[in-house]
């Protein structure tokens, strides 16, 4: 009789807060591995235990700096040198993915080039949350389960119970988002429209959508610089809602960004753990993905459907 693969968890260094959690959810402990580092930065990680026919997960947020990227890409060639049966990188924020087309002429589309040094090294299966563009699935040769955040946000915005609720987008690109969440709710929702002139600057933004008197909730995949969420808030403010509040997947918030969010107009900001805050915020409400990632490693293993996660879209 075929022995059944034992299931380990391991992390990179990175996102070692949350891989915790996800054992823990999941019920087993997090697998020992190691990472030796020489004196000229240079690093090489190592697992601690055998990992022969087992399906190894390997958990991993690819946020700056790069090395994050590339530990999990060492962790990965590792794994399958160490005759790893399946090798699942659990990524719930996928970094680059805002490269993923040619929108001016010579530059790269570097989420198709991250794709692929994933499956070269040796990946079976990625696991991800909110991709910044759905096709990005398109670009891997192995499966991809795509989560959505909306299991997590969509049961917290309903204790909250509020009154005269209203989605809104921030920009034309997350019309889909903000129109899945006004479905859900059996609400309106509005739309900012934003020109740039430079990448993390906007120049003008105007609103589409009657926001009067309204409790509004602002949609968003990734919140780097914070600019184009606090335009929003407020010319949403600006023509009469009663407030503004942001859900926001991936809270990037480089360089001051968490200070300058403290200090503007929006009610509050709520996002996952799939990137760790520099400091804890007020202001700032985090709901973990631990759980979540837990159950589709669960499912992934017995082959049990993960769509059925989100039939409370339907």
Do not use: W
Request: hydrophobic share 40%; net charge neutral; aromatic share 8%.
């Amino acid at each position: 009789m075929e022995n059944k693969a034992q299931v380990k968890i391991f992390s990179c260094r990175a996102t070692r807060y949350l891989a915790d959690k996800i054992a823990k959810e999941y019920g087993a402990p997090l697998g020992s591995s190691d990472v030796a580092i020489f004196s000229d930065g240079e690093f090489r990680p190592s697992y601690e235990e055998n990992i022969r026919g087992n399906d190894v997960f390997i958990v991993q947020s690819t946020f700056q700096p790069t090395d994050n990227l590339f530990e999990l890409l060492l962790m990965i060639d590792a794994a399958k040198r160490a005759s790893a049966r399946k090798i699942i990188a659990v990524i719930p924020y996928f970094g680059y993915a805002r490269q993923d087309r040619k929108d001016k002429p010579r530059v790269p589309i570097t989420s198709k080039l991250v794709a692929n040094l994933l499956t070269t090294a040796g990946v079976s299966r990625i696991i991800t949350i909110d991709l910044h563009a759905d096709q990005i699935q398109g670009f891997f040769e192995t499966p991809v389960d795509h989560l959505y955040a909306s299991s997590l946000f969509v049961p917290h915005l309903r204790a909250m119970n509020m009154d005269n609720l209203m989605f809104a987008s921030p920009d034309t690109g997350g019309t889909r988002r903000a129109s899945m969440y006004a479905k859900i709710f059996n609400t309106g929702f509005a739309i900012c429209y934003k020109q740039r002139s430079k990448p993390n600057v906007v120049d003008q933004m105007q609103l589409i959508g009657d926001v009067e008197g309204k409790n509004v909730v602002l949609m968003d995949d990734i919140l780097d610089t914070g600019n184009t969420i606090m335009k929003a808030a407020d010319l949403i403010l600006s023509q009469g809602a009663k407030s503004v509040r942001a859900i926001v997947t991936h809270p990037v918030l480089s360089g001051n960004a968490i200070d300058r969010i403290e200090k503007s107009n929006l009610t509050e900001l709520i996002v996952s753990d799939t990137i760790p805050l520099s400091r804890p915020s007020d202001k700032i409400t985090v709901i973990s993905t631990a759980k979540l990632l837990a159950e589709v490693i669960r499912r992934v293993e017995a082959y049990e459907s993960i769509s059925n996660l989100y039939s409370f879209q339907n």
